[in-house]
Antibody, heavy 114, light 111 residues
Framework: EVQLVESGGGLVQPGRSLKLSCAAS????????MHWIRQAPTKGLEWVAS????????YYRDSVKGRFTISRDNAKSTLYLQMDSLRSEDTATYYC???????WGQGVMVTVSS | DVVLTQTPPTLLATIGQSVSISCRSS???????????LNWLLQRTGQSPQPLIY???KLESGVPNRFSGSGSGTDFTLKISGVEAEDLGVYYC????????FGSGTKLEIK
């Protein structure tokens, strides 16, 4: 059974950092690209970042470029999102999802507030 | 960025009624490899999105066949043939032919 389990969320002050993790199981993680998608409270879904199976290629939405870093550890079957210089507008539930969006995690909440 | 316009924003249906949701793209979603990367998702309240349909019309495993998808190019439709109570939630179309964008959602409510 495929499982994606996010962790690392919480309350953080503006300008600070947070690192999210997404632990994958039930499939060969190293064969698949992965994505982070977020959803601000009461809002729709928004793509954040994507990474290739090897980790050699990464892609970001403009509003997080230079602040967020997506990475992966294929030996640990884990996806990461390092979020620096956080802003109030980054407040959202963050989901990891598989390459073709056929599996999603349960989501982790990030709140950026002083 | 590709903009996906979903209509209607809200849908009120009775059990057993058939309903359709439209998703229109600001540009063709036909990829150079011949695939059209248009998916449909359902997000029930308090839950993560659940995939329903991929590549316009292919049903994800375990999804009831009352759900169907159709369309091409820039115009796509999700149809539910006989709404059931468990179908309530917000439906999103999404595309990843050109980067990745989501529609604004259609909230299905049951009368």
């Amino acid at each position: 059974e495929v499982q994606l389990v996010e962790s690392g969320g919480g309350l953080v002050q503006p300008g600070r950092s947070l690192k999210l993790s997404c632990a994958a199981s039930g499939f060969t993680f190293s064969n698949y690209g992965m994505h982070w998608i977020r959803q601000a409270p009461t809002k729709g879904l928004e793509w954040v970042a994507s990474i290739s199976p090897s980790g050699g290629s990464t892609y970001y939405r403009d509003s997080v470029k230079g602040r967020f870093t997506i990475s992966r550890d294929n030996a640990k079957s884990t996806l990461y999102l390092q979020m620096d210089s956080l802003r109030s507008e980054d407040t959202a539930t963050y989901y990891c999802a598989t390459n073709y969006f056929d599996y999603w995690g349960q989501g982790v909440m990030v709140t950026v507030s002083s | 960025d590709v903009v996906l316009t979903q209509t209607p924003p809200t849908l009120l249906a009775t059990i057993g009624q058939s309903v359709s949701i439209s998703c229109r793209s600001s540009q063709s979603l036909l990829h150079s490899n011949g695939n059209t990367y248009l998916n449909w998702l359902l997000q029930r309240t308090g839950q993560s999105p659940q995939p329903l349909i991929y590549l316009v019309s292919k049903l994800e495993s375990g999804v009831p066949n009352r759900f169907s998808g159709s369309g091409s190019g820039t115009d796509f439709t999700l149809k539910i043939s006989g709404v059931e109570a468990e179908d309530l939630g917000v439906y999103y179309c999404m595309q990843f032919t050109h980067s990745l964008t989501f529609g604004s959602g259609t909230k299905l409510e049951i009368k």
